[in-house]
């Protein structure tokens, strides 16, 4: 097995939000706004190259919406799924599998793209699988309130339209030992229903692609929970349990939406979880 960091795109977004109740005093030492109270966020898949599959996590905001929507998110930098893939020997048309942890628009966007005429959509990875839950997938497609900004239907429905949609099959409990896709999966409802956090057995540790139950470096406090959860005090429990297992564990969390600590370990200490080694991709995706 490979693994190689696929970065699909930065953007900024407020820290408040992405802090919840914790404040700015506080959250700016590990995540410095700027002026406008925007934090720097990262977009950061990842591929698994596992016998004949290659298996991308998340595909980032893609780039099919207006300029007036991505001015909402200051991106900046130069990375897309293109040339990142490109980096590491590999084309769109190669991927066999895209796993989304769920399906934001800035966990998933990417996984549809305008026709050839932008008259329609179609799915941006002709040969791949897309791998989603049924529970996660019925809570998108029928979008409360809340989150309804970030279930973009141009987003979702265009991959039930391609044919090549598949839903994980849920455990009875919150950890499915092996999914269809060889790795392990935690499935946790805090953020939005039925988020999945891949588990993947690497070079004799596990590496966890945190998605949205651990946005950077500067939320491992337990408190530290974001304005966008939609069941907050569930966070809580589920990240008591996630980051006593991470540090018992020596997990090499690998952080989505970090743009500055791609991959940490952390700790126990006697003021809880804390920050123990940050890690290069290079260091680690070797």
Same mark, same amino acid.
């Given at each position: 097995?490979?693994?190689?960091?696929i970065?699909?795109?930065?953007?900024?977004?407020?820290?408040?939000?992405m802090f919840?109740?914790?404040p700015?005093?506080?959250?700016?030492?590990?995540?410095?706004a700027?002026e406008?109270?925007?934090?720097?966020?990262?977009?950061?898949c990842?591929l698994i190259?596992?016998?004949n599959?290659?298996?991308l996590?998340?595909?980032?905001?893609?780039?099919?919406?207006?300029?007036?929507?991505?001015g909402?998110?200051?991106?900046?930098?130069?990375h897309?799924?293109?040339?990142?893939?490109?980096?590491?020997?590999?084309?769109?048309?190669?991927?066999?599998?895209?796993f989304?942890?769920h399906?934001?628009?800035?966990?998933?966007g990417?996984?549809?793209?305008?026709?050839?005429d932008?008259?329609?959509?179609?799915?941006? !990875?002709?040969?791949?699988?897309?791998?989603?839950?049924?529970?996660?997938?019925?809570?998108?497609?029928?979008?409360?309130?809340r989150?309804?900004?970030s279930?973009?239907?141009?987003n979702?429905?265009?991959?039930?339209?391609?044919?090549q949609?598949?839903?994980i099959?849920?455990?009875?409990?919150?950890?499915?030992e092996?999914?269809?896709?060889g !790795?392990?999966?935690?499935?946790v409802?805090?953020?939005?229903?039925?988020?999945m956090?891949?588990h993947?057995?690497?070079?004799?540790k596990?590496?966890?692609?945190?998605?949205?139950?651990l946005a950077?470096a500067?939320?491992?406090p337990?408190?530290?929970v974001?304005?966008?959860?939609?069941?907050?005090?569930?966070?809580?429990?589920?990240?008591?349990? !996630?980051?006593?297992?991470a540090?018992?564990?020596n997990?090499?969390?690998?952080?989505?939406?970090?743009?500055?600590?791609?991959?940490?370990?952390v700790?126990?200490t006697?003021?809880?979880?804390?920050?123990?080694?940050?890690?290069?991709?290079d260091?680690?995706?070797?």
């Amino acid at each position: 097995m490979k693994l190689y960091p696929i970065e699909s795109g930065n953007f900024k977004l407020d820290g408040g939000a992405m802090f919840g109740v914790v404040p700015k005093t506080i959250w700016n030492k590990t995540n410095p706004a700027d002026e406008n109270n925007l934090i720097d966020i990262a977009a950061r898949c990842l591929l698994i190259e596992d016998g004949n599959r290659l298996i991308l996590i998340d595909t980032g905001m893609g780039n099919k919406q207006s300029d007036k929507f991505f001015g909402y998110y200051s991106l900046w930098g130069d990375h897309t799924i293109d040339k990142s893939l490109a980096l590491h020997g590999f084309h769109r048309d190669d991927i066999t599998d895209v796993f989304m942890t769920h399906l934001h628009f800035d966990h998933c966007g990417g996984s549809v793209v305008w026709n050839k005429d932008r008259t329609g959509y179609e799915v941006g !990875f002709k040969n791949a699988t897309f791998w989603t839950n049924e529970n996660h997938w019925e809570w998108a497609t029928k979008p409360n309130a809340r989150e309804k900004a970030s279930f973009l239907s141009e987003n979702i429905l265009p991959i039930q339209e391609s044919g090549q949609l598949q839903f994980i099959q849920r455990p009875d409990g919150d950890y499915l030992e092996k999914s269809e896709l060889g !790795f392990g999966i935690f499935f946790v409802d805090g953020h939005t229903e039925k988020q999945m956090i891949p588990h993947i057995e690497y070079n004799g540790k596990t590496l966890v692609f945190c998605a949205d139950l651990l946005a950077t470096a500067g939320h491992i406090p337990i408190p530290y929970v974001m304005g966008y959860d939609t069941r907050p005090l569930l966070t809580l429990d589920e990240k008591t349990k !996630f980051m006593n297992h991470a540090a018992d564990k020596n997990y090499l969390l690998f952080l989505e939406h970090d743009a500055h600590n791609p991959i940490i370990t952390v700790e126990h200490t006697e003021k809880g979880v804390r920050l123990k080694d940050v890690f290069t991709c290079d260091e680690i995706l070797k």
